[in-house]
């Protein structure tokens, strides 16, 4: 299953112009999508497409399941800095789903669309994640006898002491949704810290082997890295792969703007 389903719009969500026009039984959506992750190993894709214009651009959005091996479907691998083919980009063309895979009612496809990114961004948190890393990066730290090093140290205190407060916060938004409660807005702070807290650990882990990281670059690009030192070249592949962390699930720009909005009352 392909996890992210916006159509031709990017962060812009209202703004897609894929669109899914009603034929009797079907619909048949024609656009495409770009950055879907691990779409070529996907069997189905949940899709929000336009099935008719509104007042506004939020309305007329519709939420649809399509089985990947549908005719008319493309899917363009994207290669990317760290050498994987993780995103891609798909194509619809004359795409005939029938209209039993409708998802909820037509039309309503914005507002599925914004409580699943409540979650999606909720995930992004990663608290448990960042703190096994900072715990491997100490010991890299210490294999390579730089761990005394203060302005090291007080890198990874600054980390550190953000990312028991973003642990809190989830521990506290977790506890909202046990008793019943939707993340809302909240999740878009978990989004923003959790990925800048990710994007510094993977720059530390790269500051922390140095330059024994270049012979390794060129290599894992092309597929080639060996066990000689599997950590150099991982710790370069990260760097690169985890620029995206906050552009995904609507860039950090994006989630100030929620915040502003919808929790300090900013037009």
């Avoid at 994987?84 to 909820?104: C, Q």
């Avoid at 995206?244 to 915040?259: A, C, D, P, V, Y």
Wanted: charged share 25%; hydrophobic share 40%; aromatic share 8%.
């Amino acid at each position: 299953m392909s996890g992210l389903f916006r159509t031709g719009a990017g962060s812009d969500l209202a703004s897609l112009t894929t669109s899914a026009v009603r034929d009797g039984d079907h619909y048949v959506v024609n656009g495409q999508k770009i950055w879907t992750t691990w779409a070529q190993w996907a069997d189905w894709i949940f899709c929000l497409v336009r099935t008719h214009k509104g007042e506004r651009p939020q309305q007329g959005i519709s939420f649809l399941l399509i089985d990947m091996r549908t005719p008319g479907i493309t899917v363009r691998p994207i290669r990317t800095l760290d050498g994987e083919a993780e995103f891609n980009e798909v194509f619809f063309n004359d795409v005939r789903v029938p209209v039993e895979n409708l998802i909820g009612t037509e039309g309503e496809g914005w507002g599925y669309g914004k409580y699943l990114l409540e979650y999606e961004r909720f995930s992004m948190s990663g608290a448990a994640r960042s703190k096994r890393i900072l715990g491997e990066l100490k010991e890299d730290a210490a294999r390579l006898g730089v761990a005394n090093d203060p302005l090291l140290q007080d890198r990874m205190t600054r980390i550190e002491i953000q990312r028991l407060a973003l642990e809190h916060m989830e521990l506290k938004l977790l506890s909202q949704s046990e008793a019943g409660e939707n993340p809302g807005p909240e999740a878009s702070k978990l989004k923003i810290r959790g990925t800048e807290i990710a994007q510094a650990l993977a720059q530390l882990r790269l500051d922390i082997w140095g330059s024994q990281v270049l012979p390794y670059s060129e290599a894992f690009l092309e597929g080639e890295a060996d066990a000689e030192n599997p950590a150099a070249a991982g710790a370069a592949a990260a760097w690169l792969n985890l620029r995206k962390l906050t552009i995904w699930g609507g860039s950090n720009e994006i989630q100030r703007m929620i915040l502003a909005k919808q929790v300090l009352g900013l037009r």
